[in-house]
C-alpha cells in the first residue's frame, strides 16, 4: 500500500470482504507529524465500519509510523467499508494539516472456534 495523507475534512475509505461472519479486527500503520501526545498536542482519527458506532484512535506516537491494532466488532459475511477521518473535536490545531499517513491497513476476521495463532 502507498503512504496515503489525510487533512481535517477528508475522508478515507478503505472496502474489504469477509468470508464468513465473525469478529473482525483491523491494523492501521499511521504517524502524525507535527504532533505530540507528550506535548499535550495529539492527533486523533474517527474510524467506523459501515456506518456504525465510531472509535476514536489517538495517535500517541506522533511523527514515529505505528500500527495502531482495532476491534471492528461482530461483521457479516460480504462487503464492508471501513471509513478513517480526523476527528477536528478532539484533535489539536496542529492535527489540521497534512497528517495521518495512512502506511497500511490490514483487515482480519476470527470465526467461531478459531484460535488466535501466538
Same mark, same amino acid.
Given at each position: 500500500?502507498?503512504?496515503?495523507?489525510?487533512?481535517?475534512?477528508?475522508?478515507?475509505?478503505?472496502?474489504?470482504?469477509?468470508?464468513?461472519a465473525?469478529?473482525?479486527?483491523?491494523?492501521? +500503520?499511521?504517524?502524525?507529524p507535527?504532533?505530540?501526545w *507528550?506535548?499535550?498536542? &495529539?492527533? =486523533? #482519527?474517527? /474510524?467506523? %465500519?459501515?456506518?456504525?458506532?465510531?472509535?476514536?484512535?489517538?495517535?500517541?506516537a506522533?511523527?514515529?509510523? +505505528?500500527?495502531?491494532a482495532?476491534?471492528?466488532?461482530? *461483521?457479516?459475511?460480504? &462487503?464492508? =467499508? #471501513?471509513r /478513517?477521518? %480526523?476527528d477536528?473535536r478532539?484533535?489539536?490545531?496542529?492535527?489540521?494539516?497534512?497528517?495521518a499517513?495512512?502506511?497500511?491497513?490490514?483487515?482480519?476476521?476470527?470465526t467461531?472456534?478459531?484460535?488466535?495463532?501466538?
Amino acid at each position: 500500500m502507498t503512504s496515503r495523507s489525510l487533512r481535517a475534512g477528508e475522508v478515507f475509505e478503505h472496502r474489504f470482504d469477509t468470508r464468513e461472519a465473525g469478529e473482525v479486527w483491523a491494523a492501521l +500503520t499511521l504517524a502524525a507529524p507535527g504532533t505530540s501526545w *507528550l506535548r499535550g498536542d &495529539p492527533a =486523533v #482519527l474517527r /474510524l467506523d %465500519v459501515d456506518g456504525r458506532e465510531p472509535q476514536d484512535v489517538i495517535l500517541a506516537a506522533g511523527d514515529e509510523p +505505528t500500527e495502531y491494532a482495532r476491534l471492528l466488532g461482530r *461483521l457479516t459475511a460480504g &462487503p464492508h =467499508v #471501513l471509513r /478513517l477521518g %480526523v476527528d477536528e473535536r478532539l484533535s489539536s490545531p496542529s492535527a489540521r494539516g497534512p497528517l495521518a499517513p495512512l502506511r497500511g491497513l490490514a483487515t482480519a476476521g476470527l470465526t467461531a472456534g478459531a484460535r488466535n495463532p501466538t
